[in-house]
């Protein structure tokens, strides 16, 4: 089963900061998801990514996807409190794989 | 609207009680998927289907049981459940398998064995 690796596991930060998260595998990707969950709610996606080197941008949020297809990141400018959440990055795999998540709380 | 409903939310039971976790979606998703969220594991796939009458097991199958007899219902069945089974179980549903295809993923339940 293909790992992913997601970091930090936590995050605390204030609104407005900028913050990164990242997700990791040693096996190459054909495509990745990004998806949030918040509390008490199922997750929902935000971004699917498939090409190597690819930047999709959702208003304050901007995924990139790896030359190598190995790895991904999720930038989001000014944070706000309503980004606070879990953000899972998923694999391509049948059956489906997911990181454990990033924890983001956005301080205002 | 679009969704996939769960049934019960929450649900307390004793060790060994049968019990049903029901999941139904009105996208006409071929593809649906049960998993199970634990702090430090994440999100955990137990069984999928990606079709009616057709069943696999995902990381985490022993202890469930799955049907599809319907394309829109895939109940989630704990023969005997134990207290290690206590969790936050979701189910999903997509067109297809793999993450080319968005996953609509219920409300959740959370399930607690004693």
């Known amino acids: 089963t293909q790992l992913l690796e997601q970091s930090p596991q936590f995050l605390s930060i204030q609104e407005g900061e900028n913050l990164t998260v990242y997700c990791n595998s040693s096996?190459?990707?054909?495509?990745l998801q990004w998806y949030r969950q918040e509390p008490g709610e199922g997750p929902v996606l935000l971004v699917t990514v498939v090409t190597g080197g690819e930047v999709k941008k959702l208003k304050r949020l901007t995924f990139q996807f790896g030359d190598a297809r190995k790895d991904s990141s999720l930038h989001i400018t000014a944070a706000q409190p309503g980004d606070t959440g879990l953000y899972l990055c998923?694999?391509?795999?049948?059956?489906?794989?997911f990181g454990k998540g990033t924890r983001l709380s956005v301080i205002a | 609207e679009a969704q996939v409903t769960q049934n019960p939310r929450y649900l307390i039971t004793v060790t060994g009680k049968k019990l049903t976790v029901t999941c139904s979606q009105n996208?006409?998703?071929?593809?649906m998927s049960w998993y199970r969220q634990d702090p430090g594991l994440g999100l955990r796939q137990i069984y999928y289907?990606?079709?009616?009458?057709?069943?696999d097991k995902g990381d985490v199958p022993e202890g469930y049981k799955v049907s599809r007899k319907e394309k829109r219902n895939f109940p989630l069945i704990l023969e005997s459940p134990s207290p290690n089974q206590t969790s936050l179980y979701f189910c999903?549903?997509?067109?297809?398998?793999?993450?080319?295809?968005?996953?609509?993923f219920g409300p959740g339940t959370r399930l607690t064995v004693t």
């Open positions: 996208m006409n998703h071929e593809y």
């Open positions: 096996s190459v990707f054909s495509s």
């Open positions: 998923a694999g391509p795999n049948t059956p489906l794989v």
């Open positions: 999903a549903s997509s067109l297809g398998a793999g993450s080319f295809y968005e996953q609509y």
């Open positions: 289907s990606m079709n009616v009458e057709v069943t």
